[in-house]
């Protein structure tokens, strides 16, 4: 039997009203508490793959993105604490499963479960091609 591969989750806060400080201090934050969370593998800041010309690689994070690792079986767990922490928050989130991946905005905590069936069809569509 194969072994579902891990998902990999980007997200923001996509709220207009927010300055960059704002958005940081919420991100550092959601940090903090995810790496308390048994259920998530890996999580830390986004990093730019498109760094501005003349930055350094390696250092170039987006300003209030972050990327957790989970493991199927705890993604509902992962989306919940997030329903929980950013309420009605606007959330830009990037699902990736292998070298498929799929964008989508949540609003509410139901909008966030949508990102729950796209992963699972992320997994199964994996599943077929392996």
Known sequence: ??????????FAVNDPNLDEDEQAKITTQLLRELRELDEVEKVDRTEDIN??????????????W???TVNPKNLKGLLGFLGDRLKDKPITITVKVGDQEAKLEAKSRQEL???EKIALNLI???K???
């Not at 039997?1 to 980007?10: F, H, K, L, N, W």
């Not at 760094?51 to 209030?64: Q, V």
């Open 1 to 10: 039997m194969t072994r579902s591969p891990d998902i990999e989750i980007s």
């Open 51 to 64: 760094p501005e010309l003349g930055s350094k690689p390696g250092f170039a994070t987006l300003i209030g």
């Open 66 to 68: 972050l990327s957790v």
């Open 113 to 115: 479960q949508e990102a």
């Open 124 to 126: 199964e569509a994996f």
């Open 128 to 130: 077929d091609k392996s």
